[in-house]
């Protein structure tokens, strides 16, 4: 059976902050418009070592005011998955055709707005405050990313680049609201820049025989959509 546990993990919150001033921006979005002004002139006169510092300093001040919250959100979120994971799992594997590629997640609350996965140990981050609907939408987005990578990415190096693999990847998520309305009312509504491809998709997903054959016809129709 699986199951996720969702933690509060400061060095988990501040690689987050990181990441996302590092990259700059993800799928069209830019990410510096949720720094705080407050660090922001900082970030931008400074390297990576002093900006890790300027970020630390700044999540500091504010787990030591908050830190409370952030710890009973933590519980409430997990009870609130442990409330819906059985069936959710289910769902995943009949939707994929494919047994579940692990069986323990961990779920790590974090203060900055980007909520990545990390498919080979399992982990999700999930934004502090968002509400039930929305965070059940958001496990199940990530959980259908670290399916589909886990079986499809190695296979498909030879047909798409990286990028085309992303920008499937990403797509590829409007189909949860077909398949999990038992679940969640929360609509994944997928980035901007995907959602001509997230159209075509589900024109896909509806004439399928079965999930294979689904991303066969996706991977010959992204290079129409994104080189």
Not at 211 to 224: M, S
């Amino acid at each position: 059976m699986q199951f996720i546990t969702v933690k509060v993990n400061f060095e988990k919150d501040l690689w987050n902050w990181m990441q996302a001033i590092q990259k700059g921006q993800s799928h069209g979005i830019s990410w510096a418009q949720w720094i705080p002004n407050v660090v922001k002139k900082q970030i931008e006169e400074n390297g990576t070592e002093e900006v890790t510092e300027i970020i630390r300093l700044f999540l500091k001040k504010k787990y030591a005011a908050e830190e409370k919250l952030f710890t009973d959100y933590a519980k409430h979120l997990e009870t609130v998955l442990r409330q819906i994971s059985s069936r959710m799992f289910v769902l995943l594997e009949r939707v994929t055709e494919k047994p579940f590629y692990r069986n323990e997640f961990t779920g790590f609350v974090t203060t900055f707005p980007r909520g990545p996965y990390y498919a080979k140990s399992g982990y999700i981050w999930f934004i502090y405050g968002k509400s039930d609907e929305w965070q059940v939408m958001a496990c199940i987005h990530e959980l259908l990313h670290m399916q589909f990578e886990h079986y499809y990415k190695e296979k498909l190096k030879k047909q798409i680049n990286e990028e085309q693999f992303s920008f499937l990847r990403e797509s590829m998520t409007v189909i949860l609201n077909e398949e999990f309305r038992e679940i969640t009312r929360e609509i994944d509504k997928g980035y901007p820049m995907h959602q001509e491809f997230r159209k075509h998709l589900l024109t896909l997903w509806k004439q399928r025989q079965n999930f294979q054959e689904f991303v066969e016809n996706a991977v010959k129709e992204v290079g129409k959509f994104h080189t």
